[in-house]
């Protein structure tokens, strides 16, 4: 049997950011070849992520990158399983990485960024803190020069909701000022005439719905359900929308004071649209144990 030294488990913790017995396990395995033992583990790590990976996701962070010229942005979403993990410093290295990695690739989406080397660093991390993790997705807006617009982020305090935005005119201020209400309202769309026809189908019925339980005539009933659905739009719309630092002011006039267009928006919630599995506590310690 192969002496295993405090010095080589030093230097496999160092190349792995495993723990000291995970180390020392895999350097006996490997008859004190680390090279091999490293081979060991990544092959141990690749296993654990795949049984892992079926597990709910739903927690993590959202980060975002502006170029120096301000022309390009992009905004990322990181998910682990707790928030608890999500607060672990090699989870927060990990989701750096990917940020860097999907800011210096402009076009590549989740699966070229997990292609371009993110995938190793994916798995070993599952290994290492014990939960799933997933780069869920990635988007990015940019002008093709540098006087065109100017691209602003806005990140929440606690990184779970981000927004990406493009603004023509104005200045980085009044750009950030309208990405930090867009966090804050989270509206659906830029302009009235945006709203999606099913949406407002959809909404009409329910209105329709609601205002024939009145009892009141149909001319009346009509009227209700237009007044609704205006109000409705206005709510869901940027433009017409108070600005959460002073709701005395629309967003439409913030703008118009400035000189300034909204071009497009990106808002990230972390966990939006998953569907979290909920358990009870004793279910919840049975899973941990058989990790």
């Known amino acids: 049997m192969a002496n295993i030294t405090a010095s080589m488990v030093k230097e496999l913790r160092e190349r792995t950011g495993l723990g000291m017995m995970d180390c020392k396990k895999a350097l006996a395995a490997a008859e004190g070849n680390i090279e091999k033992a490293i081979e060991d583990l990544r092959k141990t790590s690749a296993l654990k992520a795949e049984k892992k990976s079926s597990r709910i996701a739903a927690e993590g962070i959202v980060l975002t990158k502006i170029a120096e010229d301000g022309n390009y942005g992009v905004v990322i979403e990181v998910n682990s399983e707790t928030d608890f993990a999500a607060r672990d410093e090699n989870f927060l290295g990990f989701a750096q990485d990917a940020l860097e990695l999907a800011f210096c690739n402009h076009d590549a989406d989740v699966g070229s960024l997990l292609a371009k080397g993110l995938e190793a660093e994916r798995q070993a991390l599952v290994q290492k803190i014990g939960e799933n993790i997933n780069l869920r997705r990635v988007d990015r807006l940019k002008f093709e020069n540098a006087d065109e617009g100017i691209v602003e982020s806005y990140v929440h305090s606690n990184n779970k909701i981000a927004v990406l935005l493009t603004l023509r005119g104005g200045d980085e201020a009044i750009a950030r000022d309208i990405a930090m ?70 967003i439409s006039d913030l703008l118009r004071e400035a000189g300034a267009d909204i071009v497009n928006f990106v808002r990230y919630e972390v966990g939006e649209g998953i569907d979290k599995e909920e358990l009870d506590f004793a279910k919840e310690v049975a899973a941990q144990a058989n990790t």
Do not use: C
């Open 181 to 250: 209400h867009v966090a804050a309202i989270n509206p659906m769309v830029i302009r009235a005439e945006d709203v999606p026809e099913d949406v407002l189908t959809r909404e009409s019925e329910i209105y329709s719905v609601q205002a024939r339980e009145t009892g009141k005539p149909e001319e009346i009933v009509e009227k209700m359900i237009g007044g609704r659905l205006r109000k409705f739009i206005t709510e869901v719309t940027l433009l017409e929308q108070p600005f959460v630092k002073d709701p005395d002011t629309k």
